[in-house]
């Protein structure tokens, strides 16, 4: 034991200069704590556990692995204080009930523009008519999604539409995604749709800058659509503006198959596109004139033009929250350059990680923060290990007689080594999150980024340019002949057979193995960084365990069962098609059927009729009931019944009855059956004392006011 500890200690001395990086991890440590706590904490829990930290790191030895790890343990109570702290902060009313044909007047704080429709988030709400709370208990925000024929809308601009509402919704499943934590942190405390077309009341003016970027995205998206009406030019005005109304369905579909959904969607891969490009035309402009090249640095000037140029794509593409974190990082490491420093390294996207954290600690949670940096930090390390291979390559190219072909091929390679190492970085964290594998989507990534970066971007930058003086069309068109590639790259993988596979749900333990794998193999640079490979290997191959038996919708309409296969099927009158997806996703299957009872199960008189579905497994006989008239003949021979109507107080018969009062009081219904017993989880029960929770005590606590 001695020699072993010897050992770490030994390669943890030669990896000093890396303990820095630790640092944001220990903090995102506190805030995945939190989040994993079955009830709320208290207040005071992280800044005491932080004053003791403080006080041990004192007291050890300066410059020792264990003032190393008390400095962590500072971080990571850091990071949990901050995180209970953000919950209370945000704390609002979330409305109590569904409302229906209600008046919802309020302010546009921001704008989704999709496909087929917009989605508005409403601050400054009222709400009228039959049911509407009382002004202390209105959601502070609201979020109605307007449908086709919404009017030209602005950030700033009052609007009064006719909508059903609703509480965000919960987990479809226990253990699925879990979209009322993510409206608790955004303050969304109602979601609804709009019944009649949205008038706006009046017009904001949030700020002129903002009003001018709006009037500006809305004149490219017009003259890019009007120079290329095909297909191609939505997939255009998605990549120079966000706007994806444009983009017909057939070419969304073909993008998400094929695993370039990613390329419509501004976030870090478009910032990087236009700083690289921004910052190569700048620096090779002024070397193009000498008198000027000797007198200043061209690097810090490209540098100060990039970031300009990052933060007007961002603002003109609507600050989607990815590309504001990518814009971020972007502007420290440009920052970097203009301070000297290294703009790429581990260290900077440390610090963007522990600012990024102490701003938001709800981001640790999302997809989005997890493959974003995901990506960096293996791109980066990558690069790091390939340092001796860079610079042979490098003595090569200045050694070759044709540099710029040398060059282009290299940066060319550059690319297709960059989509292959952050496709693989991030593709676990897709198969945690989506239950999705694109094996064939790395292929088609590698052919459609560098075709993204190199000619696609490339000519819509021009295409700006040129706009000012009409003459957009030459630089669209090439655009668009790239853009054809981009979409024949699309519809060929994703006809592949099995080109993106379905796997069943990751426990909660792969998550963690897996973040603690890849930081173990990227973050540190001597072999024991190897390490890190068998923590991932173990983490993809947990088995998150049995699918449940039954399973029941968190609003009671939709029932559904595993059948003697293992199969999905939807066992109600109603269903739910996104709540079905969820189900089949999680199980690895892609869609769900109504159950149809085989021959030997008619025999046994199981099966669907009229809104009553029989099965059985093994000594337990259930009954799915969607009718209020077959109630009590379920009930006359069932050992467990799952109802949609109302059924405490007339089943009386069945040992166990859940109907959909029981699913609006705690959640989505699983059941697993054996011959032991049953076992029953809910959604609610699942994620605890938690505020997002509704009914949870905590959530009472939180925003004072009983019920709510």
Not at 124 to 150: D, H
Not at 190 to 202: F, I, K, N, R, S
Not at 238 to 255: I, K, P, W
Not at 622 to 650: K, M, Q, Y
Request: with cysteine; glycine share 10%; charged share 15%.
């Amino acid at each position: 034991m001695s020699g072993a500890r010897t050992w770490i200690l030994r390669q943890l001395d030669a990896e000093r200069g890396r303990w820095m990086l630790w640092l944001p991890v220990a903090m995102g440590l506190g805030i995945a704590i939190y989040f994993a706590l079955p009830s709320e904490p208290p207040m005071w829990l992280g800044p005491a556990l932080a004053v003791a930290g403080l006080a041990a790191t004192f007291l050890a030895p300066v410059g020792t692995a264990i003032r190393a790890l008390c400095t962590g343990l500072v971080a990571a109570s850091a990071g949990f204080g901050l995180a209970t702290w953000h919950t209370a902060d945000l704390a609002a009313p979330v409305l109590g009930r569904p409302l229906f044909s209600i008046n919802v007047e309020g302010r546009i704080a921001d704008v989704q523009r999709l496909p087929e429709s917009a989605r508005v988030v409403l601050e400054a709400v009222r709400l009228k008519g039959r049911g509407a709370p009382a002004p202390e208990m209105t959601p502070v925000r609201v979020r109605v999604s307007l449908g086709r024929g919404a009017p030209p809308l602005g950030v700033g601009d009052r609007l009064l539409v006719l909508a059903n509402l609703s509480p965000p919704a919960g987990p479809a499943t226990p253990g699925a995604f879990d979209f009322q934590r993510v409206a608790w942190f955004q303050q969304i405390g109602a979601v609804g749709y709009a019944l009649a077309p949205a008038v706006v009341l009046e017009h904001g003016e949030p700020s002129g800058i903002v009003r001018s970027i709006d009037a500006l995205r809305a004149d490219i998206t017009a003259r890019v659509l009007q120079a290329l009406p095909g297909p191609e030019g939505g997939v255009a005005a998605a990549l120079l503006t966000g706007e994806q109304t444009a983009v017909t369905r057939e070419v969304n579909q073909a993008m998400r198959d094929s695993g370039l959904a990613h390329i419509l969607s501004i976030s870090g891969l478009h910032i990087v596109f236009v700083v690289a490009l921004v910052m190569g035309l700048v620096r090779y402009g002024v070397a193009l004139v000498p008198p000027l090249a000797l007198r200043v640095d061209a690097k810090k000037i490209a540098a100060v033009v990039a970031l300009s140029a990052a933060l007007f794509y961002t603002a003109l593409a609507g600050a989607p929250v990815p590309a504001q974190r990518a814009c971020a990082m972007a502007a420290l490491a440009l920052l970097a350059i203009l301070l000297d420093r290294t703009a790429l390294s581990l260290r900077l996207v440390a610090w963007s990680a522990i600012v990024v954290l102490a701003a938001a600690p709800d981001a640790l949670t999302g997809a989005s923060f997890q493959m974003s940096f995901a990506a960096v930090v293996a791109l980066i390390a990558a690069w790091e290990a390939a340092g001796g291979w860079r610079r042979r390559w490098h003595e090569r190219i200045e050694g070759a007689s044709q540099r710029w072909l040398w060059r282009l091929i290299a940066g060319f390679g550059a690319s297709v080594a960059t989509t292959l190492v952050a496709s693989v970085a991030t593709g676990a964290f897709a198969a945690y999150h989506f239950n999705r594998l694109s094996f064939l989507g790395v292929a088609a990534n590698l052919l459609g980024v560098p075709l993204t970066g190199f000619w696609i971007m490339p000519w819509g930058l021009l295409a700006m340019l040129l706009m000012p003086l009409g003459l957009e069309k030459l630089a669209l068109i090439p655009m668009g002949w790239g853009i054809v590639g981009l979409d024949a790259i699309a519809d060929h993988v994703a006809a592949w057979p099995q080109a993106a596979m379905l796997v069943p749900s990751l426990p909660g333990a792969s998550l963690w193995l897996l973040t603690l794998g890849g930081l173990w193999l990227c973050l540190w640079r001597r072999p024991w960084r190897l390490a890190g490979l068998p923590v991932i290997a173990v983490a993809l191959m947990l088995d998150s365990g049995p699918a449940p038996d039954l399973l029941m919708s968190e609003d009671g309409r939709v029932l559904g069962l595993h059948d003697g296969h293992g199969v999905l099927k939807i066992a109600s009158q109603r269903s739910n098609r996104f709540v079905t997806d969820t189900w089949a996703r999680r199980g690895g299957q892609d869609g769900a059927r109504k159950w149809t009872a085989s021959a030997e199960e008619r025999a046994l008189g199981l099966g669907c009729a009229s809104g009553l579905c029989r099965w059985q497994k093994g000594p337990w006989r259930v009954a799915l009931v969607s009718d209020r008239d077959r109630l009590v003949e379920a009930c006359a021979n069932a050992d467990i019944v799952l109802s949609t109507v109302d059924a405490h107080g007339r089943c009386r018969g069945p040992r166990l009855v859940i109907d959909r009062r029981d699913a609006w009081r705690s959640g989505a219904q699983a059941l697993w059956l054996d011959d032991s017993g049953v076992r029953r989880l809910t959604s609610n029960a699942a994620r605890g004392d938690r505020p997002w929770v509704p009914n949870s005590p905590s959530r009472r606590a939180a925003i004072k006011a009983p019920g709510a």
